[in-house]
């Protein structure tokens, strides 16, 4: 949009009551609202009311009397943190290789594995699963299996909160970065918004980027 046309609509704006905008907005396509959407996504990039959110964590949440790294507490916080905030709603997924999937109205999911959560740090209390130990196909497996469960999750969060994404969160800077970028990419394909991601660097990948 250039300079002549954001004038005009500031003119508008300046010139319409709360009741003229409302009921502009309701009159408005699917297509242009997700238009509107996105674009007051990209120019409010803190969190704030009406923002839907999803996380995708990286280590498994304490619970069901699995120990928890500091990253997955963190994580956790974030969400409930996040929930707490007037008008915003928060929607997650973490890994767990001993975790079953919570039960009732809840806002997350876990990503269920069947062997140790893959980590890249040479030392673990809670994994001896090694990114690097994977072959291709092993590694391509587990990518794509996440990248069709948190499609189809969000999916469901969307028509259980009536509204789509407007920011998606990657906890570390690995592979959960690269999933959220590759399902972004597929929303937008199919004409959705496209959602600003943010990767959460954790302390560890701080240190080994150092």
Known sequence: ?????????QSVLAESSDADIQKTLEGLSSADRAKLE???SISSPGVGAGDLIFQLGTNNWQRQGEFAPGSGILHEAHHNSMNMMPGVK???MYPSSKQTQPEGDVDYRVFQ???DIPICESASPTSNKRWHSMDEKEFNAYVTRLETEVYDYMKECEAKAGKKFTKVIA???????????N?????????????????FVHGTALKMYR
């Open 1 to 9: 949009m250039g300079t002549g046309a954001s004038a005009g609509v």
């Open 38 to 40: 996105a674009a007051l």
């Open 90 to 92: 928060c929607y997650s």
């Open 113 to 115: 594995l069947n062997h």
């Open 171 to 181: 906890h570390h800077s690995f592979v959960n970065p690269m999933v959220m970028r």
């Open 183 to 199: 399902i972004v990419k597929r929303r937008v394909a199919e004409g959705l918004p496209k959602c600003p991601i943010y990767c």
